[in-house]
């Protein structure tokens, strides 16, 4: 294989390498000594791989990278990271899910769990599958918090809401009377 130089350098990409060999960024260090290296002292790239410890494909590219953009090229271009794993209609799904009580799957609990919702999310089809760690990751990205609950009474009785919020009208002033 051909050997593989750094083309030559200007003053001022000389200047900007001098700063970037003294950065605390060691991926940057490391770019700035392979092209100083290959530059000033005119090592080749397999022994520029042994002095800086990295694999010769790394050295090489870049150097051609160097080559192609000057010292820009030295820099990690940002990567668009891991591409999402549920889309925007599943999560609508999933916070509709969230929305509506458990009852109405004919699940004997009255307020979601986090296992309870991914099965539920999964049955539906709501997703093809998911765990509860990241179903509480979607529901917070959407605004919404979980906290499990400690006790939640519910009732079969059609008048039991009202009953609730009357006794809890009754009941709100000795509460704070109690603390």
Not at 21 to 29: A, D, F, G, K, V
Not at 108 to 130: E, P
Request: some cysteine; overall charge positive; aromatic content about 8%.
């Amino acid at each position: 294989m051909r050997p593989i130089f750094v083309r030559k350098l200007s003053n001022a990409e000389k200047t900007e390498l001098k700063k970037l060999l003294e950065s605390t960024n060691t991926r940057l260090y490391k770019r700035a000594r392979v092209i100083w290296l290959s530059a000033i002292k005119r090592l080749k790239a397999p022994e520029i791989a042994k002095i800086v410890d990295l694999h010769l494909n790394k050295v090489r590219k870049y150097i051609r990278r160097f080559n192609k953009r000057g010292v820009a090229g030295l820099y990690q271009k940002p990567s668009g990271g891991r591409p999402r794993e549920i889309k925007e209609k599943q999560r609508s799904r999933i916070i509709r899910l969230l929305k509506t009580k458990p009852g109405e799957f004919g699940l004997a609990f009255s307020s979601w769990s986090l296992r309870g919702l991914c099965a539920i999310a999964i049955k539906t089809k709501a997703v093809k599958t998911i765990s509860p760690e990241y179903m509480r990751r979607v529901i917070a990205s959407e605004g919404y918090s979980y906290k499990r609950s400690k006790r939640w009474i519910t009732s079969p009785d059609p008048e039991y809401e009202v009953k609730k919020t009357v006794l809890r009208g009754r009941l709100g002033l000795w509460t704070k009377l109690a603390r």
